[in-house]
């Protein structure tokens, strides 16, 4: 019989809030964290984003470990040490020294590569600073996060874009079913609102000059965010053992690859990865009330995920509760689907659906229910979360209910 996986704490930091009460909050009244980007460059055409504002690194660490911590770093150290705290583990030795830390990124220490550049090539420096390399690695997080929190197990980073998360926090449930742990620190972090990132995703032409309406009929791209979200898991017997709170049960889990186009979305990838959660979880389509969708805004995905949604679930479709959070955290990147699942989790819980801001009305070939603007009370016994990445990555994570 496989271990029982659960949810036991939860941490985030991101433009709606630097904790988890604050996103929470926020999510359920429908707020967006999307405004105008100040301090960008004049020539930067993208003007909107989700970022964090006000915010002072110096408030969370001493002036002799930020030289180490790149903003990607410092946002997933503020989440992961939320997250123990919820859990009940901070300071815990006996615990942290054999857990896990699997931490997702997208983009890894872009602060400072645009640092770095900066000096090399505008200031015409011959020399940078000596911890470039350990700051900026993709894999800081992860080592930060261990560092800090003192987390002795197994530690690494994953890459796969926007699923990034997503797959750590699946790579933490296979090692606790194992037997390799018993805990795993999962999650993942991005910071992408530098200068030659932001050129970057201009020159793709899918990020939206106002603000993210997914599935709305005048929806016009995407809206980048930033932060961080982490979950501490648990193995059903550790969790009983010490009297933990869950969650939510973390079920099951579906990936897949395109091998296909490297930016468009497939209805066959994303129908398989959907399909593989229900069973992997043991889960009949009509026991799901809740998807949390990747729903990024843009002309092609939204279309894609409702088609797949469709496919999959039959007529049951039309009885889901389809919401997308981006609407309000923007798109995070390699945290995005970390902080869906926290909302995810988190609806569950509370019996709360996040909605979908922004909605001006279904576009064509969008024809679910979106949960549109309001926040909506609901039981959910199950639930989807859903995320797929550039280059055809597809992952989605399914939850249950503790009492079902």
Not at 107 to 117: A, I, M, P, S, V
Not at 189 to 211: H, M
Not at 238 to 261: F, I, K, V
Not at 312 to 340: D, I, P, R, W, Y
């Amino acid at each position: 019989m496989r271990r029982q996986v659960f949810i036991t704490g939860l941490g985030s930091i991101c433009g709606l809030g630097r904790t988890v009460p604050d996103y929470w909050a926020a999510l359920t009244a429908g707020h967006s964290a999307i405004k105008p980007l100040t301090g960008i460059d004049p020539d930067v055409k993208i003007r909107v984003g989700a970022a964090l504002t006000g915010f002072q690194a110096d408030q969370y660490f001493g002036a002799n470990e930020l030289p180490l911590l790149d903003r990607f770093s410092q946002f997933a150290v503020i989440a992961a040490r939320e997250a123990l705290v919820d859990a009940g583990l901070e300071n815990n030795t006996p615990v942290t020294s054999e857990a896990a830390a699997i931490i997702g990124t997208g983009c890894g220490g872009k602060q400072t590569d645009e640092e770095t550049y900066l000096q090399l090539y505008k200031q015409s420096r011959s020399r940078v600073h000596p911890l470039t390399i350990p700051k900026g690695m993709p894999s800081a997080a992860a080592s930060m996060v261990s560092q800090h929190l003192g987390i002795k197990g197994p530690v690494f980073s994953i890459a796969s874009a926007c699923a990034s998360s997503a797959h750590a926090v699946i790579q933490g449930r296979m090692m606790i079913q194992s037997g390799l742990v018993d805990v795993a620190l999962v999650g993942g972090t991005d910071a992408p609102f530098t200068y030659g990132l932001l050129k970057a995703w201009e020159a793709l032409r899918v990020v939206s000059n106002d603000t993210c309406r997914p599935f709305s009929i005048d929806r016009s791209g995407m809206v980048l965010g930033e932060g961080a979200a982490m979950l501490v898991l648990e193995s059903g017997e550790h969790a009983r053992q010490r009297g933990a709170r869950t969650y939510a049960e973390l079920a099951g889990c579906g990936m897949s690859s395109d091998a296909g186009h490297i930016t468009r979305p497939d209805v066959d990838g994303i129908s398989t990865a959907l399909t593989r959660a229900l069973g992997d979880a043991g889960l009949n389509a009509d026991a799901v009330q809740y998807i949390n969708a990747h729903g990024t805004g843009t002309m092609a995905n939204d279309v894609a995920e409702t088609e797949a949604v469709h496919r999959v679930f039959g007529a049951h479709a039309q009885s889901l509760m389809v919401s997308s959070t981006k609407s309000m955290h923007g798109h995070a990147l390699g945290a995005a689907s970390a902080l869906e699942l926290v909302a995810t989790v988190l609806a569950i819980d509370k019996g709360l659906v996040p909605p979908t801001a922004n909605f001006t009305g279904p576009g064509e070939g969008c024809d679910l229910d979106y949960v549109p603007g309001t926040a909506r009370e609901h039981g959910i016994e199950a639930a989807l979360s859903n995320a797929f990445a550039f280059g055809g990555l597809n992952a989605v994570i399914a939850l249950r209910a503790c009492d079902s």
